[in-house]
């Protein structure tokens, strides 16, 4: 009874994340360039059940009961990297990162992905695929105050309202070429990225991504004047959030019927008249 009481509260835990999970990726429905989270249920590794014996010559001998599933959880969580949609929004420092021709990994089979690369006001480098960008009052391109960084590793200052940021991240002022170029870094393998708050990932032993700029084998362009949407599935977030609802519930309900016959139990089987 016991064993079937923590498989219950397992499952009712595993909903509980994945509703959490879906929660968020409908809220960052409409942050630009966000990407949806995906969640793996697995199942605790199976015991196999067996008892031991006497038989008739007093032998020891031991027989199988069968195998017994003691629950499930949520082993992790993977992003989902593929490219948004994009859409026009006619302000100049919004930048969408149009992903042309990106190469696999060969030890995944999984496509790479390309990034923005920001400087945090703590020095770190981050990196995003947000390109919601603005002009601060010194003139430097930013994401919620961290500093976009060209391809020389300085941070992009635009000193004229009149800019215009070309398909490989050259920027033009006053249709004048500043010798900056907008960086975009390359992630070969996704394994290794880990998302942070405010639309930022770092790598998960803080290695620097290399450049894309360059790189024969990438292919994309920038596109002023538009934005990358998240890639979040809204329809299908709210269907699985309902599934996850009721698989919970469900849980629920069976850990609850084991709760009344644990107090039966105690209470009435085990009185002594």
């Known amino acids: 009874m016991l064993r079937g009481f923590y498989t219950a509260a397992s499952g009712m835990l595993a909903q509980q994340r994945r ?6 990726n409908i809220a960052n429905a409409n942050t630009p360039g966000y990407k949806a989270e995906q969640d793996t249920l697995r199942a605790f590794p199976e015991m196999l059940l067996s008892y031991i014996e006497a038989n008739q010559h007093g032998r020891v001998a031991q027989k199988e009961i069968g195998s017994l599933n003691t629950g499930a959880y949520v082993q992790e969580l993977i992003p989902l990297y593929t490219q948004g949609d994009i859409r026009e929004t006619n302000l100049p420092s919004d930048l969408a990162l149009v992903e042309k021709e990106v190469p696999v990994f060969a030890e995944t089979n999984v496509k ?3 990034f923005y690369a920001v400087e945090t006001t703590e020095g770190q480098i981050k990196y995003t695929r947000n390109g919601h960008f603005t002009l601060d009052p010194n003139g430097r391109l930013t994401l919620g105050g961290n500093t976009v960084l060209a391809t020389t590793g300085q941070p992009i200052v635009i000193n004229s309202p009149e800019y215009e940021i070309k398909a490989d991240g050259q920027v033009y002022v006053d249709g004048e070429p500043t010798g900056q170029q907008i960086d975009v870094r390359f992630a070969e393998d996704v394994r290794i990225l880990v998302r942070e708050g405010n639309d930022l990932y770092r790598t998960a032993d803080d290695t620097v991504l290399p450049s894309a700029v360059g790189n024969a084998l990438i292919n994309y362009e920038l596109k002023q004047g ?3 949407n998240s890639n979040v599935d809204i329809a299908k977030s709210y269907t699985d959030l309902l599934t996850a609802y009721r698989s919970f ?5 069976v850990l609850q019927a084991y709760d009344r016959s644990m107090e039966k139990a105690v209470n009435e089987i085990g009185r002594v008249r």
Do not use: M, P, R, T
């Open 249 to 253: 519930e469900a849980n629920q309900k």
């Open 112 to 114: 790479g992905v390309l």
């Open 19 to 24: 509703a959490d999970v879906l929660s968020n």
């Open 226 to 228: 538009y934005l990358e």
